[in-house]
Each structure stands twice: as structure tokens, then as C-alpha cells.
């Protein structure tokens, strides 16, 4: 009994996954078609290299057949339901260096190998993919359509139904070709695991494409660093240090005038009292620069309620079921959602924003929507540049989209390691 409701739930779930297995076959005869001709025209080049002519095309014809993998990537990351990693090297350079390119890069060879592959069996599976259905569902009915249908033109797998013993006959090969249809669901993931094992990334290169990632994040985490570094003592020098100095000297006369001229000592009293309080405040505007205390007191929502109800544009925030996060993560998140808000009413001419907080425990997500003018671009040393380089030093990431005319949209994933 247990053996029976697992075939029925195993053939309800490929029944489920039969429609798109099917389109994705068929779309499997298009990418056949192209492969072939890539095939071929690749097959020419480099029979042209032979002669010495084909030599500089060479590069041209390799980045003219990656769309084609590209688009199987895709398809097949979407069948598997997980991302497949593009990690081509960059056809750059002279001609030498673009040539040795295309030969040493190991991308290249499981291109071609895919696209052989592709070439020989995608059309063939694809064709009967379509075929399959159609062909059970003829069988189906054939008992009930058999005797409206002129003799000679109703046939089943190679013998003319023209009694009702040949037209049962036909019923029951419905069955087998059904199940055969059961399998096309089979197919389609082995098709796809086919184009993710010969289009995915070498071995060790996703690995190394990491560590560099990680390597330049890095990098950029440092050079923030030390820029923070930088402004924190730039502050406090030209700041609170000359303000504290100037209450030293201050003092000083005021105790030299003392007795002498108790009037103006105590003016001078009263000016490094002001001078102190001056000096404070820029102290706790320095800290705040650092770590908010706001964020230690309230947690990261309140704090963005306290800037969105400051914002110059009227600005809605939907923060439902955020919890507290990592300091870092949060200081991150403080600093991104300010700039974001600084650089929309300095540069968007917008009328309304909304500020989006979610996402699970381990990832907060960050959305800034504004309906200005658009248009927005990320450069060097910017506000936008510098809310990457906060993401990306928690290993987060950033995805600006800015049409012209509007709407801006900037999202911000920070990993909360947890």
C-alpha cells in the first residue's frame, strides 16, 4: 500500500512538472538549431585558421556563439531551480592575447562541447517531447473517433484501426506511451543537469572568483576604514581639540586676571564654559558619526523612524517584524538608509519615497524607492559608490536601477551572519 502512494505522489509531481518540462525540451529544439549552425560556424573558422586566414575572426566567433550558452544557462539554471555561475575570460587585449584567450580559457572548450552536444540530441529529444502527448492523447480517443474517420487515414503505430478490436489495441497502447510521457519531467532535468555540468564553471574557479571578490571587498572595507580613520582625527583636531585648547588658555588668563581684574576673568570664565559646551557637542557629533547611540538604545527601526520622519520628502517606512541585528549590521544599515535619503532630496526632485526593511534573520534587506526624475549613476568617491563599499564590506550587495525619468530604486542586502 505504502509502495502504491508513493508511485501515485511520484506521478502526480511529474504530471506537475510535465508542462514546463515540455516547453523546456521544445525550446530545446531552437538551441539544437542554433548550436548546429554555431557548431559549423565555429568548425569554419578554425578551418580557415589552417590556412592562416581564419585567425583574427577567431575571438569574434567565439563571443558570437556565448549568447547561445548564455541563454541555455539561464534556462537550465531556472529547470534546476539554482543559479549557474558565467565565468568566461575577458576576450581583451591584441590580437595575440585574445587568440591565446580563446584557447587556453577551459569555458570555451565546454561551450563547444555543450554546443556538440546540444547539436546531436536536442532537436531528437525535443521533437518527441512534443510528440509524446499528443500521440497518448490520439490513443485515447481513437475507440470513440475510429468509425468517423475515412478508411485508410486513422493509423496506430504502424497498423489502420478499422475494427473495434484494433481500435482496444490502440486504447491500450495509450498506457505504455503515457508512461513514456511521465518521463519527459526525467528528461528535462537530465537535459538541464547536462548544460550545467559542461556551461557551469570549472572546477575551482568559482572558488577563485570568490577569493578575489572577497580580496577586493576587502580592499575597499580598509580604504573606508582608514578614510573613517582619517575624518574622525581630522575632526577632532580642527574641532574639539583647538576648542579644549582654547579652554586651557582661557582658563589660564582667567586665573592670571583673577585678582587683578576679577571682571574680566570671569568673562573669561564664562567664554570657556562656552567654549567647553562647544567642544562637547562636537565630541558627541563624532560618536554619533562612529556608532549612533540611538541604534544601542532604540535598535535600528526606531532610529529609522526618528530619519524618516526628519526626511525632507515625505517618506513612508514599512519595517514590519525586523528584529535586532549584529551592530555592524545595523551601524551598515544606519549609514546606508541616511545616504540614500541625503543623496534622494539633494538629487531626485521627488515628491514621496518608501523605505523598505526586511528579509530573514541571517539577510536584511533594504529597499529605497523615490518617484523623481531618474537617472541616477554611481561614480567614483559618490554617495552611492560609498553605500557599496558599506555592502560589500559585510559582504553584502547593492543593485541600483534608475531609469531616466524615474523611478529610483536601491536595494541593499546585508548578510547578518547568523
Known amino acids: 500500500m505504502n509502495n502504491v502512494m508513493v508511485a501515485l505522489r511520484a506521478a502526480r509531481d511529474r504530471l506537475r512538472r510535465l508542462p514546463g518540462a515540455i516547453v523546456y525540451l521544445v525550446v530545446g529544439v531552437v538551441t539544437s538549431v542554433a548550436a548546429l549552425f554555431a557548431v559549423i560556424g565555429l568548425l569554419l573558422a578554425a578551418g580557415f585558421c589552417l590556412i592562416g586566414i581564419g585567425i583574427p575572426a577567431l575571438p569574434d566567433a567565439i563571443r558570437a556563439v556565448r549568447p547561445v550558452a ?4 539561464r534556462r537550465a539554471a531556472k529547470q534546476l531551480g539554482e543559479p549557474i555561475v558565467e565565468a568566461y575570460q575577458p576576450l581583451t587585449g591584441g590580437l595575440r592575447q ?24 536536442g532537436m531528437f529529444v525535443g521533437l518527441i517531447a512534443a510528440a509524446l502527448p499528443v500521440s497518448a492523447l490520439i490513443q485515447l480517443v481513437t475507440p470513440a473517433i475510429w468509425q468517423h474517420v475515412p478508411p485508410g487515414e486513422l493509423t496506430s503505430y504502424g497498423f489502420e484501426v478499422n475494427s473495434w478490436p484494433r481500435a482496444a489495441l490502440s486504447f491500450l497502447i495509450a498506457f505504455p506511451v503515457g508512461f513514456l510521457v511521465l518521463q519527459i519531467p526525467l528528461v528535462a532535468r537530465w537535459q538541464a543537469l547536462l548544460a550545467r555540468a559542461l556551461l557551469g564553471p570549472a572546477e ?36 574639539a581639540q583647538a576648542r579644549i585648547a582654547a579652554v586651557i588658555m582661557q582658563l589660564g588668563l582667567a586665573d592670571q586676571l583673577r585678582e587683578q581684574d576679577p571682571e574680566t576673568a570671569a568673562g573669561l570664565v564664562r567664554k570657556a564654559q ?19 547611540p540611538v541604534l544601542s538604545d532604540r535598535g ?38 541616511t545616504e540614500a535619503l541625503t543623496n534622494a532630496t539633494k538629487h ?31 561614480t567614483y568617491g559618490g554617495g552611492l559608490a560609498g553605500i557599496r563599499r558599506r555592502a560589500e564590506a559585510l559582504d553584502g550587495s547593492m543593485v541600483l536601477t534608475s531609469p531616466p525619468g524615474g523611478p529610483t530604486v536601491l536595494r541593499v542586502e546585508l548578510p547578518c551572519g547568523s
Open 204 to 239: 575551482g574557479v568559482v572558488l577563485a572568483d570568490r577569493v578575489a571578490a572577497l580580496t577586493a571587498t576587502r580592499a575597499a572595507a580598509l580604504d573606508a576604514h582608514g578614510a573613517e580613520l582619517r575624518r574622525i582625527e581630522r575632526d577632532l583636531h580642527d574641532g
Open 348 to 378: 531626485s526632485g521627488a515628491e514621496g519615497l518608501s523605505l523598505v526593511l526586511g528579509g530573514p534573520p541571517e539577510l536584511l534587506r533594504i529597499e529605497i524607492r523615490d518617484d523623481g526624475v531618474g537617472g541616477a549613476v554611481e
Open 300 to 337: 535600528l527601526v526606531s532610529a529609522i523612524s526618528a530619519i524618516a520622519a526628519r526626511s525632507p520628502i515625505p517618506c513612508v517606512l514599512d519595517s514590519s517584524e525586523v528584529g535586532r541585528r549584529p551592530a555592524a549590521v545595523e551601524a551598515a544599515a544606519y549609514f546606508v538608509i
Open 70 to 73: 548564455s541563454f541555455e544557462r
Open 98 to 121: 585574445r587568440v591565446t584567450t580563446v584557447f587556453t580559457d577551459p569555458a570555451n572548450r565546454r561551450d563547444f562541447a555543450w554546443l556538440v552536444a546540444q547539436a546531436l540530441t
Open 274 to 292: 562656552d567654549t567647553a559646551t562647544a567642544a562637547l557637542a562636537e565630541l558627541r557629533d563624532v560618536v554619533r558619526n562612529v556608532y549612533p
